[in-house]
């Protein structure tokens, strides 16, 4: 598109590649419609702009929740010669941008095949635990006194092995967003970090706002009815994970600060916060895959469908094996689904920078960024006159 | 035999479905689109011009019935009838619970749309969804809803309503048989004729420099428009409002798609700079009032120019002052550079901004009210927003009409009822575009199309449910006490 102020140098605005070019195709077409402006962030974003560069679009894809609003009420949507679909846009920069700020940027690559990367991951993590189990035990089935777990793999090389995982991926995910924050957050324009932008771009990552549809009566799936159950069942997956990741935490503090080892009661807090995690991240991601599967072809990405339900279908399964060694701790399944749960949670954190988990993250940034610019003026206040 | 028969399937059909099934009737929508076309040239509105004594939810201030009328009768000309323009009007100040209990949603004014929050009610998302909105309403309640079904034909019996009929039609490759659908009532609200070329032709003529007009003319609604029940409701001799010629007709981007262009493919431009001809002259004063007052005029002006055909230039000062437009502007460092990209005679365009910009007398530019910057000695004269056209770059869009819809319909009266000869029917209606020429008989204001469609659409609906036997429920009394 033709470049509107005269001012800007071109010489040091990237190249688009095909699916950028698309989004800024697209976006100059909303920018003089403007009719999604109450739907969600990135309009009112996009109208800041008279043209998009490459981190404008980067951004905007990243703010983009896939809620489908805009979609099924544009008078520009396909068969209309404009083919405007903003979802799928959005969508298929997305992916690239998790490619290419990946941290180490080689490994980027696993997101184009992301499916088989997340099957890949799980089938080492199982085969790993699975043959330490045998190696050690010399036999899948056995019981352990009071289900204590640590008498097959001691506490000590659990706590080392799965810190180290989750230490790298934590580091490749910063530096991976940082790279992102830098790039949409550029020098020239710094953006001012508030309290209070914090705290609304903390609220609305919390609370998903962006899937409320703008008017509270949530998103569209199938067609254009709204539904709150996408919200709902994120909810569900985002929380149970969450105080699955707190029982972990409660535990270590036992084991560490109160010398009190696992295997915990039932009615313990950490074994607590297992259960009611777990059940979330049981139905929660069931309830994705459900609305995943009913979704309008048109709505996203269609070759992303891998990567999303690679990653539900491993949540679900870390939930589900974590219950069952719960319930079967005492018995002579221990040994086997031990190995289960710790191969699944391993390819889990292995995974966690190269697949659907950075969603979170980069959107995260896209919204804070979102809530401080908001509090500056409009550069193009196109029309108020 | 079903209770009412809607015929169309825009904002107008869809209030009368629901006002028909909400009391009780069966009701049958036959939209002539393609599901994925549904709607008419509704999906392409925003807002809807609300009548209220008081702020309410998203509208400022107050826009009472007086202002209204007044602005009405302005754009119109006086050719407006005032007692069905007052009866939308103040249906404008009371539908929006009803249009939100069937889904719409409002929203505080689109940016870049702030001079019409007092006034317009947008709807979130706009038109679109508004339509999807009220479509699974009306499933939900049980109105039978079918897609590519264009009624070819009405059967009257003095004046009375018996059956449409479909004719004989071919949908995805499937053949379907002709049918003829009876109903106790009908409400007909198909749209206008815009979508057809010949009947526009045959409207617009042939002009003194032999030109047919309206070929050159864009159309920014619906291409399922065609007029195909309109002409034949005047063939059977139902009374005529309107002329055929007037219509809601606006500026629009010369390259945008032959229909269905829609609200992004305006210019917003036009009193920031100075519009010319293929000629290079200029023709109408830019700046005569505020854009959104004028921007209803614009299609027909151009319309009036050799080949139908203008363009808007502007310099880099109104950069970021008006709407982004959809296509990019012709660029160029120079005038005489820019009438060379552009086609025009160089020599004439270049006087004409030269000429402009001398007669600029420049006080204090001020794009929120009718500023001091104005030309002197020049014709026709440019009366505010006049700056002297000479930061390169400068931009040019080229301009086309475009018309959203014709004007030319049945006439009516408080009941929606078409007329033969004067007398009313008894069981058959009107609604939307194909009566809005009885309230618009030319210009426009953002938003009057809808209050009509909305206010006549839920009069049909009562009035045709009542007349197949369904009663007043404490819901429409309101909306019959308004009416009568």
């Known amino acids: 598109m033709q470049l509107f102020n005269p001012q800007v140098s071109r010489q040091l605005i990237p190249v688009l590649n095909l699916q950028e070019t698309e989004v800024e195709r697209q976006m100059t077409i909303c920018n003089a419609c403007r009719y999604c402006e109450g739907f969600c962030a990135v309009f009112p974003a996009m109208t800041r702009h008279l043209e998009f560069g490459q981190a404008d679009i980067h951004y905007l894809a990243n703010l983009c929740h896939n809620c489908g609003a805009c979609l099924s009420a544009c008078q520009y949507a396909a068969p209309h010669e404009f083919a405007v679909n903003v979802p799928k846009a959005m969508a298929k920069v997305r992916l690239e941008t998790y490619t290419n700020y990946a941290w180490p940027q080689p490994l980027g690559k696993l997101y184009q095949r992301n499916g088989l990367t997340l099957g890949l991951a799980s089938g080492a993590g199982l085969a790993l635990f699975l043959s330490l189990t045998l190696m050690i035990m010399g036999n899948l089935f056995v019981a352990m006194p009071g289900g204590n777990f640590y008498g097959i793999f001691p506490h000590n090389t659990l706590a080392l092995m799965f810190s180290a995982v989750f230490g790298f991926a934590v580091l490749a995910l910063g530096i991976g967003v940082r790279r992102f924050w830098r790039e949409i957050s550029p020098a020239e324009a710094p953006l001012p970090l508030k309290t209070s932008a914090v705290l609304e771009a903390g609220a609305n990552v919390a609370q998903l706002k962006y899937l409320d549809g703008g008017h509270g009566e949530g998103c569209n799936n199938a067609d254009d009815e709204f539904t709150l159950w996408r919200r709902r069942f994120h909810h569900l997956t985002f929380y149970g994970f969450m105080l699955c990741f707190a029982a972990t935490g409660v535990a270590t503090l036992y084991h560490f600060l109160l010398d009190w080892s696992a295997p915990y009661p039932i009615f313990s807090l950490p074994v607590l916060l297992g259960i009611f995690g777990g059940v979330g991240l049981l139905v929660g991601p069931a309830g994705l895959l459900w609305m995943n599967l009913r979704r309008n072809p048109q709505q996203g990405d269609e070759n992303q469908k891998p990567m999303d339900r690679g990653f539900i279908a491993l949540l679900f399964l870390v939930s589900a094996s974590g219950l069952g060694l719960l319930a079967w701790r005492e018995t002579s399944a221990l040994g086997l689904l031990l190995a289960i749960h710790l191969g699944l949670v391993m390819a889990f954190f292995l995974t966690m920078p190269y697949s659907k988990f950075a969603h979170g993250i980069f959107r995260s940034a896209a919204l804070l960024k979102y809530t401080i610019e908001k509090r500056q003026p409009n550069p193009i206040s196109a029309g108020s006159d | ?484």
């Open chain 2, 1 to 484: 035999m079903v209770d009412v028969l809607v015929i169309g399937g825009g904002n107008a059909a869809l209030c009368a479905a629901l006002m028909a099934r909400e009391v009780g009737a069966s009701v049958m929508l036959l939209e002539g689109s393609p599901k994925v076309w549904r709607g008419g040239n509704s999906q392409h509105t925003r807002n809807l011009r609300c009548m209220h004594d008081a702020p309410q939810d998203v509208l400022v201030d107050a826009y009472p019935e007086e202002e209204y009328w007044q602005d009405l009768l302005k754009v119109t000309g006086g050719l407006t009838n005032e007692k069905l323009a007052r009866i939308a009007i103040r249906a404008s100040s009371s539908c929006r619970d009803w249009m939100r209990s069937h889904g719409v949603h409002f929203q505080p004014p689109l940016s870049g749309a702030l001079h019409v929050a007092r006034t317009n009610a947008f709807f979130m998302g706009g038109g679109k969804a508004l339509v999807n909105a009220y479509f699974r309403s009306a499933e939900r309640l049980g109105v039978k809803i079918r897609y590519d079904a264009q009624v070819t034909d009405i059967e009257l019996e003095n004046g009375a309503f018996v059956a449409a009929h479909l004719a004989e039609r071919e949908v995805d490759g499937q053949r379907f048989p002709a049918e003829r659908i009876e109903a106790r009532a009908c409400v007909l609200a198909a749209g206008g004729f815009e979508s057809n070329r010949e009947w526009l032709r045959e409207a617009w003529g042939q002009n003194e420099r032999g030109e047919w007009p309206s070929d050159n003319f864009l159309i920014r609604g619906t291409r399922f428009n065609t007029g195909v029940l309109l002409r034949r409701m005047l063939d059977l001799g139902a009374d005529a409002v309107g002329d055929p010629t007037q219509a809601h007709m606006v500026a629009i981007d010369a390259r945008a798609p032959l229909y269905d262009g829609g609200i992004c493919t305006r210019i917003d431009c036009v009193s920031l700079g100075v519009v010319v001809n293929r000629d290079g002259e200029r023709f109408y004063d830019e700046g005569e009032d505020f854009w959104p007052k004028r921007y209803a005029i614009w299609g027909r002006l151009v319309a009036g120019q050799p080949n139908q055909q203008a363009y808007s230039i502007i310099d880099q000062q109104a950069l970021g002052r008006f709407m982004p437009p959809v296509f990019p502007g012709t660029t160029a460092r120079t005038l005489p550079e820019l009438a060379r990209l552009l086609n025009l005679p160089q020599t004439q365009f270049v006087k004409t901004i030269e000429d402009y910009n001398n007669a600029c007398h420049v006080g204090t530019f001020d794009h929120t009210t009718l500023d001091d910057c104005h030309t002197e000695g020049l014709t026709p004269a440019k009366t505010h927003w006049a700056r002297p056209l000479t930061k390169p770059p400068y931009y040019a869009y080229p301009l086309k009409p475009g018309v959203t819809f014709t004007y030319l319909g049945l006439a009516t009266d408080e009941t929606a009822a078409v007329h033969f000869d004067g007398k009313a029917s008894p069981n058959l209606f009107v609604a939307g575009e194909m009566m809005a020429g009885n309230v618009l008989g030319k210009g426009y204001t953002a938003g009057i199309g809808m209050a009509i469609g909305t206010a006549f659409g839920r009069i049909a609906g009562v009035q045709a449910a009542l007349c197949a036997g369904f009663g007043l429920s404490p819901v429409n009394s309101e909306l019959q006490h308004a009416a009568v």
